[in-house]
């Protein structure tokens, strides 16, 4: 009997030591980690991540992990077992400059990463002539763009194939000029891409003409309408060959074909907007916003009750009639009229604010000066940083002057110019902020804008041959359902 004891030892360290694997392979699987340090066992966290490019290499605290892919139509990756705490997370790829941040994982959560853009150490550009280029404005709906030369001989307006990057002219005049002092003036394309209304001025004069994009036709707006104060034309978004403009202080519709019958929108207003079908108007002297239908048929509808201040010279951009911006052109301070999901209110949002653009889903407001970025969400954000309406955050503070602001293609991240270079800041404030050079432009300044649909981004720059031009970039990196 005795010869057996050995064995029957033997047999339950067998047992003890598979019941022991078990329970920790089991351990292991649901998420707990051993703390060596406290030598207890802890649930762990994990973290998710959709980066651009997709194909990312990921480290925690400089170690390579796993990844499984958790979505295949976002391509995001899941990474578990991570130990509660403080880690450091990178992201990678080949030739692109790499992302990392100092996280925290929480017990039994996911840590998420829906934005991390990386961007390429190089971009190969694309380069067109185009000499004494100013100001670029694209078409939203096609692949073309707009653009003016202010020389000594006078003001060119041409075209540019966004697609070849080959140019026409569309306007040429001596002694006209484009100002570049107001940015409420800007060219404006046509919905159907067909004309476009140009701003210039003559021997101290403002002009507004209507040039024709594949035609030679050239209309003087003031001559046409016979109006003395003209200023503020936009086009009818729904019918062709329609625009809004403003005569002194009166804002009136007309067709290119029948200038002079025009049908008065509103009067004694400070400025208007068009957006999603509708008009709005800041009306005077009571400075509430009114809102009415493109043609004017139907009475306006009130959609504030006071106005924010005793200022009567308002720009107002409107993204809908919950959403309403009002920067005041005197002392550029910035006003929201917000009815959000808990709560309504018409306030006060900042001082000197040199522009703002709202985002495309109308949740975020972006607002800027010559040094600071800032953003107020005005509906509640539940992607991870989650933010909630009613909150403003300070993006980017820089010690050099920044130009260009507009929101990137995520709209989690910002475009801006400094010190020669496009540069992009994340907005989510978890550890640092990554701030990262897009790419260096030649010259003392530059004119910036991104193209959206075709994840193209377009800037004046200068050859090695000294030529100023346009040049292209592909930024973002594109993406799809198969990459």
Do not use: C
């Not at 290119?256 to 999603?276: F, G, H, M, Q, W």
């Not at 009114?290 to 504030?304: F, H, I």
């Not at 607002?367 to 309406?389: C, G, H, K, M, S």
């Not at 075709?454 to 990196?477: A, C, K, R």
């Amino acid at each position: 009997m005795g010869s057996n004891l050995p064995k029957k030892i033997f047999f339950w360290t067998l047992v003890l030591l598979f019941i022991t694997t078990s329970v920790l392979i089991i351990f292991y699987t649901i998420g707990y980690r051993f703390n060596t340090d406290r030598g207890i066992f802890v649930y762990s966290g994990s973290v998710t991540i959709e980066s651009n490019p997709r194909s990312a290499n990921i480290t925690v605290d400089g170690k390579p992990v796993a990844r499984q892919i958790i979505s295949s139509l976002n391509n995001s990756y899941h990474i578990d077992g991570i130990k509660p705490g403080e880690h450091l997370l990178e992201v990678s790829y080949p030739d692109f400059n790499n992302w990392s941040k100092k996280i925290t994982i929480n017990s039994g959560l996911s840590t998420e990463f829906w934005n991390v853009l990386l961007t390429r150490k190089e971009y190969q550009k694309t380069f067109s002539p185009i000499q004494n280029i100013d100001r670029i404005f694209l078409v939203p709906s096609k692949k073309l763009g707009a653009f003016t030369q202010n020389t000594d001989q006078g003001l060119s307006v041409g075209v540019v194939d966004l697609t070849t990057m080959e140019i026409k002219t569309v306007f040429s005049e001596p002694r006209y000029q484009y100002s570049d002092t107001n940015r409420e003036e800007n060219i404006e394309w046509a919905p159907q891409a067909h004309r476009l209304i140009i701003p210039a001025s003559k021997d101290g004069v403002q002009y507004h003409l209507i040039a024709g994009v594949d035609t030679q036709e050239l209309i003087n707006l003031n001559d046409v309408t016979e109006s003395k104060n003209l200023k503020k034309v936009r086009w009818d978004p729904d019918h062709k060959n329609f625009i809004y403009y403003m005569d002194s202080n009166n804002l009136y519709r007309a067709s290119l074909d029948y200038p002079k019958e025009k049908v008065l929108i509103a009067e004694n207003i400070s400025s208007y907007d068009i957006t999603r079908g509708s008009l709005y108007y800041f009306q005077l002297p009571g400075g509430v916003i009114y809102q009415r239908d493109l043609a004017g048929v139907n009475d306006p509808t009130q959609v504030t009750d006071a106005p924010p201040d005793e200022s009567k010279n308002y720009k107002i951009v409107a993204y809908d009639e919950r959403r309403i911006a009002l920067w005041n052109r005197d002392n550029k301070d910035l006003y929201i009229f917000n009815r959000g999901e808990k709560d309504q209110y018409f306030r006060k949002l900042a001082s000197n604010v040199e522009n703002f653009q709202f985002s495309d889903d109308g949740k975020k407001l972006l607002y800027w000066n010559d040094w600071e970025i800032f953003a107020y969400f005005l509906r509640d954000w539940d992607t991870q940083p989650v933010r909630f309406e009613n909150e403003q955050m300070d993006v980017l503070r820089f010690s050099q002057k920044i130009s260009n602001v507009q929101w990137e293609k995520d709209y989690e991240h910002v475009l801006f110019t400094a010190g020669g270079k496009i540069k992009a800041v994340e907005m989510d404030y978890r550890g640092q902020k990554n701030i990262t050079d897009v790419i260096q432009f030649n010259g003392e300044k530059t004119e910036a804008v991104e193209s959206l649909p075709s994840n193209q981004l377009f800037f004046t720059d200068t050859n090695e041959n000294g030529e100023t031009g346009l040049s292209v970039i592909i930024f973002p990196e594109k993406t799809g359902l198969f990459q």
